[in-house]
Nanobody
Framework: VQLQASGGGLVQSGGSLRLSCTSSDLNMDTYSTTWFRQAPGKEREAIGC????????EVEDSLKGRFIVFRDNVENTVYLQMNNLKPEDTGIYSC????????????????????WGKGTQVTVSS
């Protein structure tokens, strides 16, 4: 089973990117999906998620208003829309699917994730 994360790239400060997380093996709406970010020299952290059951969304407090998570069930894809990007948003972004737990950013545990996608690099230039 694989998740595919894509959509990263190089963007100027103030720009936008939309990351995608999809799978040909999983029905994404039966999994809670969490986006993680690992900035250079820092630990990976959860930044946003969408719940499997009720589409409830959580976004890390400092990113609210700029980042949003949503799912397109027709496309079987979870998206991370990132607006007004800043150089400090630079990092490797990964998605992970969790079969049993609901969406939580603060309490997200990597050990709860059942499947991971390979990271996609986001670089924001100043």
């Amino acid at each position: 089973v694989q998740l595919q994360a894509s959509g990263g790239g190089l963007v100027q400060s103030g720009g936008s990117l939309r990351l995608s997380c999809t799978s040909s093996d999983l029905n994404m709406d039966t999994y809670s999906t969490t986006w993680f970010r690992q900035a250079p020299g820092k630990e990976r952290e959860a930044i946003g998620c969408i719940a499997k059951s009720d589409d409830r969304i959580e976004v890390e407090d400092s990113l609210k208003g700029r980042f949003i998570v949503f799912r397109d069930n027709v496309e079987n894809t979870v998206y991370l829309q990132m607006n007004n990007l800043k150089p400090e948003d630079t990092g490797i972004y990964s998605c992970a699917a969790d079969r049993f737990h609901l969406c939580t950013v603060r309490g997200a545990r990597e050990s709860d994730m059942d499947y991971w996608g390979k990271g996609t690099q986001v670089t924001v230039s100043s």
